[in-house]
């Protein structure tokens, strides 16, 4: 072989080797071989790449990890600048430690596998518990249906408070979650009750269709409506929203259900693993008879229900309701001087629309 020839086996040898290399960038992680630690820095064979240092700020952050070190022990370290003090190439081991939990968690929520955790504390959002020395958050509204805050203005005037007092409840105890968000960026890690109990209730619901009447429990009351669990399934548990109670406007479900008492329901929308429910659907609707029942012109007496900016409702036969517009006082403190909840008075039907449930009134003069 002559000298020539080496030269360009030696050369292709040097590029094919440089060509396989990965060069580090700022913010990867690599493998580093403690090679000596001193009092306030630690040095790092980075192989090929030189050698790196721990030092400052980054070394108190890793003492720790430090500690338990000897020579010639591997470690993962973040590259924080690849010129950094001296030349060396600056690394952290406390970050990089932090970005090895962080590829768990990610892992965890790619997988979608089932965890416990035990909850730390609790805020009027949510629920909090860690993950891998990691804070995660529960909020409520990823609560499973057990476990939601059923919160009624009658008990509670604070709402918030209210909710609260329901969470501090899990305090210490352990629950079963997934992780459905993990970003390291912004430091946020989000849980869920609910992604577990949803699965097998998505199962339960692909025997019920919208338009079906079931039989079930209310187990719960909020503000907003009534929960049902199903007779033949109580894994499943459907949501009477407080429109869907009645055809006469209400302030309070407890007006209409109980809880622990069993209502034949039907079921309206199927979405996402929830499910709807009515109970006025299967109720004879008040509105298809009205024209038969009042003209426009007519004198009729009425109770005052509630006020609205736009009113006030009164109720004509304890199932229908009109509606006096604000106007016809001139003002809201006028209407409220002039009429009073739960008092009775007369009044004159100025317009009646069945169709859009609608009935107007006048004051009597």
């Given at each position: 072989m002559t000298n020539n020839d080496k030269t360009t086996t030696l050369a292709e040898m040097i590029k094919s080797e440089a060509g396989?290399?990965?060069?580090?960038?700022?913010?990867?992680?690599?493998?580093?071989?403690?090679?000596?630690?001193?009092?306030?820095?630690?040095?790092?064979?980075?192989?090929?790449?030189?050698?790196?240092?721990?030092f400052g700020l980054e070394y108190l952050n890793a003492k720790d990890v430090l500690k338990n070190l000897k020579v010639g022990d591997k470690v993962s370290a973040k590259i924080i600048a690849l010129d950094g003090e001296g030349g060396y190439v600056e690394l952290s081991l406390g970050a990089a430690e932090q970005e090895k939990v962080w590829d768990t968690v990610r892992e965890l929520a790619k997988s979608g596998?089932?965890?416990?955790?035990?909850?730390?504390?609790?805020?009027?959002?949510?629920?909090m518990a860690l993950i891998n020395e990691l804070k995660a958050f529960l909020p409520v509204s990823q609560l499973s249906n057990e476990h939601y805050p059923r919160i009624s203005a009658e008990a509670n005037q604070n709402q918030k408070?209210?909710?609260?007092?329901?969470?501090?409840?899990?305090?210490?105890?352990?629950?079963?979650?997934?992780?459905?968000?993990?970003?390291?960026?912004?430091?946020?890690?989000i849980i869920s009750e609910r992604e577990i109990t949803d699965a097998n209730v998505k199962e339960l619901l692909k025997k019920y269709e919208v338009g079906q009447v079931v039989t079930g429990m209310v187990s719960g009351v909020a503000d907003f409506g009534a929960f049902v669990k199903?007779?033949?399934?109580?894994?499943?548990?459907?949501?009477?929203?407080?429109?869907?109670?009645?055809?006469?406007?209400?302030?309070?479900?407890?007006?209409?259900?109980k809880v622990d008492e069993v209502y034949k329901v039907k079921i309206i929308d199927i979405k996402e693993g929830r499910v709807f429910l009515s109970l006025k659907a299967l109720q004879p609707d008040p509105w298809a008879t009205v024209a038969e029942r009042f003209k426009e012109g007519e004198e009729v007496k009425g109770t005052v229900k509630k006020f609205n900016p736009y009113g006030?409702?009164?109720?004509?036969?304890?199932?229908?309701?009109?509606?006096i517009h604000v106007s016809e006082f001139g003002g809201t403190d006028e209407m409220k001087a002039a009429i009073e909840l739960g008092k009775e008075?007369?009044?004159?039907?100025?317009?009646?629309?069945?169709?859009?449930?609608?009935?107007?009134?006048?004051?009597?003069?």
């Open positions: 396989s290399l990965k060069f580090p960038r700022e913010g990867e992680l690599t493998e580093a071989v403690l090679i000596e630690k001193a009092p306030r820095e630690a040095y790092f064979d980075l192989g090929a790449f030189g050698t790196g240092m721990v596998e089932v965890i416990a955790v035990k909850i730390s504390g609790a805020n009027s959002g949510g629920l408070e209210g909710i609260l007092k329901e969470l501090k409840k899990f305090v210490g105890e352990e629950l079963k979650v997934k992780v459905i968000d993990a970003n390291p960026r912004t430091q946020k890690l199903f007779i033949d399934d109580p894994e499943v548990e459907g949501l009477i929203h407080i429109s869907e109670l009645a055809h006469r406007l209400i302030d309070n479900p407890k007006e209409v259900v006030a409702f009164i109720d004509l036969t304890g199932d229908i309701q009109g509606l008075y007369g009044f004159i039907i100025s317009s009646l629309k069945p169709e859009e449930k609608r009935i107007l009134l006048k004051m009597k003069k």
